[in-house]
């Protein structure tokens, strides 16, 4: 196939070569990891997640790597580099909060940048999805395993609605079903989880005063879900500046952007299923 390899959901991957800016890509990798350890204690609350030293999670090299090779056109080599840091023998907890979960973020930062562009980063995120499942099941996961169901919610309210429409894009293009529901009640949004198995639901917030309204629509959802293990994930400004808020409003995860919140819907989606 040359230098083209199959990308997931069928498309091809782009042949041109993507350049991290170098100047400013290692401060970038530092910030990231830093920034996300408070958020992934909210993301692993519910394992008793220990942070690790720093000499005991993948190094930068390694993350800013997977990012490089998560949208390239080598697809053996990006197996290769996962499998190679896998076998550090990391927890995976480790591997997803410091491994894959930053690589996500990188590659929303590069098209923050322009350095690559959306058909890009759903290819990344994609093949990132793909190492969660491999991380998480003993054998490979198929899609009649996992229902990649998703609603995502805007708050009444709400004027920062721009994140979660690029989530939902995010999600749609890496093979999710989703609904998206804009400043509707907390009862509207219980009746859609009755009707259907939603396996994630997302929801955004803007600002911290809006909390309480956050945590009644999660509870609202969590009681009238058909699903009984239903994972939510909060995002939006407020989440991102205080990522403890997440814990209070009572979600599983947090999402910081539309690649790093595909990456950990799948997480929690995928985790539901190795508990069925």
């Given at each position: ?5 199959v ?18 890509g ?15 204690l909210a993301?692993?609350h ?21 990012a ?51 058909v890009?980063v759903t ?6 999805q793909?190492f ?21 919610i805007?708050?009444p ?15 749609e ?12 009640p ?12 939603i396996?994630?639901?997302?929801l ?13 629509t ?5 009681n009238?879900?058909?699903?009984r293990?239903?994972?939510i ?44």
């Amino acid at each position: 196939m040359g230098d083209v390899c199959v990308a997931p959901f069928g498309r091809a991957a782009p042949r041109q070569a993507h350049v991290w800016p170098r100047t400013h890509g290692r401060i970038s990798v530092e910030q990231i990891v830093k920034a996300e350890i408070g958020p992934q204690l909210a993301l692993f609350h519910h394992d008793r997640f220990a942070v690790p030293p720093p000499e005991s999670r993948p190094a930068l090299d390694d993350i800013e790597r997977l990012a490089m090779l998560a949208i390239g056109t080598d697809e053996t080599a990006t197996v290769a580099h996962f499998e190679k840091v896998r076998a550090q023998e990391h927890s995976y907890s480790t591997l997803l909060a410091y491994f894959v979960a930053p690589a996500a973020r990188l590659l929303g930062e590069l098209w923050n940048q322009d350095v690559c562009d959306f058909v890009d980063v759903t290819i990344g995120v994609g093949r990132l999805q793909a190492f969660m499942d491999r991380l998480a099941a003993p054998e490979p996961l198929s899609a009649a395993d996992v229902k990649r169901r998703a609603l995502l919610i805007a708050l009444p309210g709400e004027t920062h609605v721009l994140g979660v429409r690029m989530v939902a894009k995010v999600l749609e293009a890496t093979g999710w079903d989703v609904t998206l529901e804009e400043h509707l009640p907390a009862e509207t949004n219980a009746r859609s989880v009755a009707a259907e198995w939603i396996g994630v639901v997302g929801l955004s917030l803007s600002v911290a005063s809006r909390a309480e309204l956050a945590a009644r629509t999660v509870s609202v959802i969590r009681n009238a879900s058909l699903n009984r293990r239903i994972a939510i994930m909060a995002g939006g400004p407020a989440i991102t500046e205080h990522p403890e808020l997440a814990l209070q409003i009572g979600a599983d995860a947090v999402g910081f952007d539309a690649p790093t919140s595909a990456v950990v819907a799948s997480h929690l989606l995928v985790r539901q299923a190795a508990m069925s």
